[in-house]
């Protein structure tokens, strides 16, 4: 299985803040990668798919890049609603799932 | 709307098997596959398997291989994952989600909103 890695695990941060995940694949996965945002008991919402492409409604405050390796998903600035667990996912191969990165308040 | 409706919670003892139900709505059920997620209490998210609407192949984690199967009933654009011999580490929410990939498992854009099951003697 392809491992996904993201860091860092928690990010305390306020409303305006520039934010920065990252996700690292334990081997290459082209461009084969999504991100996700979960509130608590509520059900994952698709947010970035391809790496890079923002899926229908999701705001442009929310960007994604990277390839290969290493990709990362950009708050441009951090709103109320974003406070909330978010998840990388590689579909290279069989999917699976970063271990989560929590963003709180500061 | 597009729309998964999934069935209600269980409670199993261990040894036993659940089915779950997830029906679709607002979408040609066939042009789309669907995966299967789980979520154990205070967990991350775990892919368990995908099949496709079209023709009902699947591709299963191989944890789960020989535990698991998943199946689609057209005429009622409903998807099912049924897990057998259950353990308590099975306790979990269980989501359905619409897979854009037809070929092994992609990413999910549409979610149910969760089937909790709970094992326990």
């Known amino acids: 299985d392809i491992q996904m890695t993201q860091s860092p695990s928690t990010l305390s941060a306020s409303v305006g803040d520039r934010v920065t995940i990252t996700c690292r694949a334990s081997q290459s996965i082209s461009s084969w990668l999504a991100w996700y945002q979960q509130k608590p008991g509520k059900a994952p919402n698709l947010l970035i798919y391809k790496a890079s492409s923002l899926e229908s409604g999701v705001p442009s405050r929310f960007s994604g890049s990277g390839s290969g390796t290493e990709f990362t998903l950009t708050i441009s600035s951090l709103q109320p609603d974003d406070f909330a667990t978010y998840y990388c996912?590689?579909?290279?191969?069989?999917?699976?799932f970063g271990q989560g990165t929590k963003v709180e308040i500061k | 709307q597009v729309q998964l409706v999934q069935s209600g919670a269980e409670v199993k003892k261990p040894g036993a098997s659940v089915k779950v139900s997830c029906k679709a709505s607002?979408?040609?059920?066939?042009?789309?596959?669907l995966s299967w997620v789980r979520q154990a209490p205070g967990q991350g998210l775990e892919w368990m398997g995908w099949?496709?609407?079209?023709?009902?192949?699947?591709n299963y984690a191989q944890k789960l291989q020989g535990r698991v199967t998943m199946t689609t009933d057209t005429s009622t654009s409903t998807a099912y994952l049924e897990l057998r011999s259950l353990r308590s580490d099975d306790t979990a929410v269980y989501y359905c989600?619409?897979?854009?990939?037809?070929?092994?498992?992609?990413?999910?854009?549409?979610w149910g909103r969760g089937t909790t099951v709970t094992v326990s003697s």
């Open positions: 989600a619409r897979d854009e990939n037809q070929v092994l498992g992609g990413h999910m854009d549409v």
């Open positions: 607002g979408y040609t059920f066939t042009n789309y596959g």
């Open positions: 099949t496709s609407a079209y023709n009902g192949n699947t």
């Open positions: 996912q590689q579909y290279n191969s069989y999917p699976t």
